[in-house]
């Protein structure tokens, strides 16, 4: 069974920092894009970050650039995003990703066959 789980959310002060891991099970995602989505109460689930099989390159939301950082480690079929400075617009439920596509596909009606089932982000004022 093919399993993308987060860890690492929780409830932080404005300004706190989070690691967001997302580990793989049940086949390998090296060759896979990673990605990581974030779905606030009353929002749509929108694009966050998203890093290609070999790591070189990387795409991020306007809102989350200079903060987010996106890496993966494929020896241990895990994805992290690294989240400084956090704000209260950051809260959200953070899902992870993985695409055949390019890293690209993140950006355009992405659908995605592969998700975790997403971890709590509470960033408060």
């Known amino acids: 069974q093919v399993q993308l789980v987060e860890s690492g959310g929780g409830l932080v002060q404005a300004g706190a920092s989070l690691r967001l891991s997302c580990a793989a099970s049940g086949r390998t995602f090296v060759d896979y894009a990673r990605g990581w989505f974030r779905q606030a109460p009353g929002k749509e689930r929108e694009f966050v970050a998203g890093?290609?099989?070999?790591?070189?390159?990387?795409y991020y939301a306007d809102s989350v650039k200079g903060r987010f950082t996106i890496s993966r480690d494929n020896a241990k079929n895990t994805v992290y995003l690294q989240m400084n400075s956090l704000k209260p617009e950051d809260t959200a439920v953070y899902y992870c990703t993985a695409t055949e596509g390019v890293t690209r596909t993140f950006l355009a009606d992405y659908k995605g066959n592969y998700w975790g089932q997403g971890t709590q982000v509470t960033v408060s004022s």
């Open positions: 890093i290609s099989w070999s790591g070189s390159t990387t």
